[in-house]
């Protein structure tokens, strides 16, 4: 079974800069868009980032272009997000998905988080002011 585990996640101070990691298993690596979410209290799941192993294709979520970068690792079958100058407003719980149905990674599947039907279970992101 598909199976995705985060982790990375942890305090930070305005400024700083963590790296996040998306372990998967299960599943052709390459035939899947991965995408990094992130949910903040109070707010709607929001989609931050995905890449397409096949064609190499990215999506940036406006908020974050310039300050984070996707990348992946295919013989390990894992995904990174580096996110650098991180902003208080950045603090949320940041989960990995994977779309099955789709090795695109577009803006419309990314602003519909359904479109992605495997999950971790998320790892906590903070930053301080």
């Known amino acids: 079974e598909v199976q995705l585990v985060e982790s990375g996640g942890g305090l930070v101070q305005a400024g700083g800069s963590l790296r996040l990691s998306c372990a998967a298993s299960g599943f052709t690596f390459d035939d899947y868009a991965i995408g990094w979410f992130r949910q903040a209290p109070g707010k709607e799941r929001e989609g931050v980032s995905c890449l397409s192993s096949r064609d190499g294709s990215t999506y940036y979520a406006d908020s974050v272009k310039g300050r984070f970068t996707i990348s992946s690792d295919s013989a390990k079958n894992t995904v990174y997000l580096q996110m650098n100058s991180l902003k208080p407003e950045d603090t949320a719980v940041y989960y990995c998905?994977?779309?099955?149905?789709?090795?695109?990674?577009?803006?419309?599947?990314?602003?519909?988080?359904?479109?992605?039907?495997?999950w971790g279970r998320g790892t906590q992101v903070t930053v301080s002011s």
């Open positions: 998905a994977a779309d099955s149905n789709s090795y695109l990674c577009t803006r419309q599947r990314m602003g519909i988080p359904v479109s992605y039907d495997f």
